[in-house]
T-cell receptor, first 109, second 113 residues
Framework: DVKVTQSSRYLVKRTGEKVFLECVQD?????MFWYRQDPGLGLRLIYF???????EKGDIPEGYSVSREKKERFSLILESASTNQTSMYLC????????FGQGTRLTVV | QKEVEQNSGPLSVPEGAIASLNCTYS??????FFWYRQYSGKSPELIMS????GDKEDGRFTAQLNKASQYVSLLIRDSQPSDSATYLC?????????????FGGGTRLMVKP
């Protein structure tokens, strides 16, 4: 079974902090994604990566950056957390369909 | 038109009934589709994929793809309260070389005992 693991299930951070969300997959997939999900807004793509050190902006990249130094790991960075970044963050790895991590519920206070 | 569209629901069915979840797609989506189940507060879980016109069955689940009418359906037979969740439909955007999925907004299903 594909396993996608996100480093934290719940996080509480202060406004202005730099926040790192980590995601690791164990299936040697090339494509990895970061989404956020908010009530009524569905899944929104923040960034994706199709290879090591490659990244592409999704629909809502503002306020975020990403890092893919190794194939199995894709990190999402909130440069300066703001309250409007309070959300559920979902990492996914794409094989035959997308496989999601367990999600990180981030609260910025 | 959005690439993949779903009625947000909620769709309410009695226990034991057949739940029918529908998804329509635009010309910008290729004909590979995936159904996900998402329980409240949890992440989406892949339950079915379908690539060919027609039906594909897996246990109580049947996925249907109709290319001429550009819709995909998920049927859940003998619905159980544990099937209550949001169901997401996803397709592969044309030109993405299979490196991307585009998701519908999801349909919330409620199965009442």
């Amino acid at each position: 079974d594909v396993k996608v693991t996100q480093s934290s299930r719940y996080l509480v951070k202060r406004t202005g902090e730099k926040v790192f969300l980590e995601c690791v997959q164990d299936m040697d997939h090339e494509n990895m994604f970061w989404y956020r999900q908010d009530p009524g807004l569905g899944l929104r793509l923040i960034y994706f990566s199709y290879d090591v050190k490659m990244k592409e902006k999704g629909d809502i990249p503002e306020g975020y950056s990403v890092s893919r130094e190794k194939k199995e790991r894709f990190s999402l960075i909130l440069e300066s957390a703001s309250t409007n970044q309070t959300s559920m963050y979902l990492c996914a790895s794409l094989g035959n369909g997308a496989f999601f991590g367990q999600g990180t519920r981030l609260t910025v206070v | 038109q959005k690439e993949v569209e779903q009625n947000s629901g909620p769709l309410s069915v009695p226990e034991g009934a057949i739940a029918s979840l529908n998804c329509t797609y635009s010309d910008r989506v290729s004909q590979s589709f995936f159904w996900y189940r998402q329980y409240s507060g949890k992440s989406p879980e892949l339950i079915m994929s379908i690539y060919s016109n027609g039906d594909k069955e897996d246990g109580r689940f049947t996925a249907q793809l109709n290319k001429a009418s550009q819709y995909v359906s998920l049927l859940i037979r003998d619905s159980q309260p544990s099937d209550s969740a949001t169901y997401l439909c996803a397709g592969v955007p044309l030109g993405s070389a299979g490196n991307m999925l585009t998701f519908g907004g999801g349909t919330r299903l409620m199965v009442k005992p």
